[in-house]
């Protein structure tokens, strides 16, 4: 079985470029979730999509967006880049059955550098 | 003000030792407690836990949860020079994946030979 997908592995942009990065979920996951790891910081939860709608979101500033498709993959942009923004931007998917926490797995992560 | 603490931050053991990594966490709203291992890039999922005193056991890995003491522990016994990782800790809340998990900073275990 397939597990998470990203790409691209790196990406280099200059301050204020915008920055997409892709995830495909292991299938059957409906459920897609976002999250930041910068140096020093740990994970940090961005946003969570599932069937098609993001559900929540993270203290992160509204430059940070995305959206799921209807094949449940999902795309994370981020606008207006800051310096700060260089990470390693981590995508995991789960199932979503009711209000049962369920195992979130990880794909390999884009590791996104702002210059 | 960190609601998931994990300690210690940093490890060095020598092969064949038992290593103990603890993790504690709030109580609101409290689902499960996770454990990953996290070697290069992508976190690898570990155990999932939702009851109290309910060991979970993969090879030389255990984990076990205390939701009186609000903590966890992950237990690697035999240590082998493949066990070197960051393990992580997060907590999943009521309402399924609504808050996202909760991570630690999580402890870098070097496990020399």
């Known amino acids: 079985e397939a597990g998470v997908t990203q790409s691209p592995t790196h990406l280099i942009k200059t301050r204020g470029q915008q920055a997409t990065l892709r995830c495909s979920p292991i299938s059957g996951h409906t459920s897609v979730y976002w999250y930041q790891q910068a140096l020093g910081l740990g994970l940090q939860f961005l946003l969570w999509y599932d069937e098609g709608e993001e559900r929540n979101r993270g203290n992160f500033p509204p430059r940070f967006s995305g959206r799921q498709f209807p094949n449940y993959s999902s795309e994370l942009n981020v606008n207006a880049l800051e310096l700060e923004d260089s990470a390693l931007y981590l995508c995991?998917?789960?199932?979503?059955?009711?209000?049962?926490?369920?195992?979130?797995?990880f794909g390999p992560g884009t590791r996104l550098l702002v210059l | 003000e960190d609601k998931v603490v994990q300690s210690p931050l940093s490890l060095v053991v020598h092969e064949g030792d038992t290593v103990t990594l603890n993790c504690s966490y709030e109580v609101t709203n409290f689902r499960s407690l996770l454990w990953y291992k996290q070697e290069k890039k992508a976190p690898t999922f570990l155990f999932m836990l939702?009851?109290?005193?309910i060991e979970k056991k993969s090879g030389r890995l255990s984990s076990i949860l205390d939701k009186k003491e609000l903590f966890s522990i992950l237990n690697i016994t035999a240590t082998q020079t493949g066990d070197s990782a960051v393990y992580l800790c997060?907590?999943?809340?009521?309402?399924?994946?609504?808050?996202?998990?909760?991570f630690g900073k999580g402890t870098h275990l070097i496990i020399q030979p």
């Open positions: 995991a998917s789960s199932l979503r059955l009711g209000t049962l926490v369920r195992a979130q797995y």
């Open positions: 939702t009851s109290s005193g």
């Open positions: 997060a907590e999943g809340r009521v309402g399924g994946g609504a808050d996202g998990l909760t």
